[in-house]
């Protein structure tokens, strides 16, 4: 039981860990506005294409109330295509380019854009951590973007009212490796389950 406890600490560490990775923000960032933002990717079975994800982590915003409308990552000088994989509620799709005050625009080589379908999009605050994945196909594996700063990242924050109230524009270091923040309810379950074996583990010393 002791092991097993252990174990599960060490894993909740790793998780915990593994958010520090190629993270820029809250602090430090000119443009980040207190929120922090990790970009990472996952060679496939095809070695043209790569599955590029995004966290943000917008507990520590300078914007609370308001919501994260639009993303545009730039991982390549260009690429074939684009797939949106997965995200936050209200983010569906993707198109090429980056984006400006009134969302993505289709401006801006080597970009791809998601943006919400509704007028504001996300909230911002306390807890608030979204993952977005995409899949992008190169013309060569040479053209993924892997040096130091050498990727970039936008993100449009706007009012309850859809109007823009602030625009992230930042260089980041694209690195291996998935999601690199877990979301709430992981943290939350790997928390329970720690506790619940330290609890038995107690029990069990109890009854000898």
Known sequence: MKKLFILSCLCLFGFVASAKADTIGPTGCGSCLGSSYTL????????????IFLTINTSATTLPGDFLNAVAPKVSSSF?????????????????????ATG????????????????????LGSGDIYNFEWAVT????????????????KALFVDPTGKQVGITSEDITLQPGG???????????????????AGALKRARHLA
């Open 179 to 197: 999601p690199s923040v877990p979301e709430p309810s992981t943290l939350m379950l790997l928390g329970t389950g720690a506790l619940g074996i």
């Open 40 to 51: 990472t990717y996952t060679a496939t079975a095809n070695p043209n294409i790569f599955d």
């Open 80 to 100: 074939t295509s684009v797939a949106f994989i997965s995200g936050p509620a209200t983010f569906t799709n993707v198109v090429t380019g980056g984006l400006s």
């Open 138 to 153: 190169l013309a060569s594996p040479g053209a993924l973007l892997t040096g130091s700063n050498q990727a970039s990242i």
């Open 104 to 123: 993505c625009d289709g401006s801006g080589s080597g970009f791809f854009c998601s943006g919400s379908s509704s007028v504001t999009g996300v909230p």
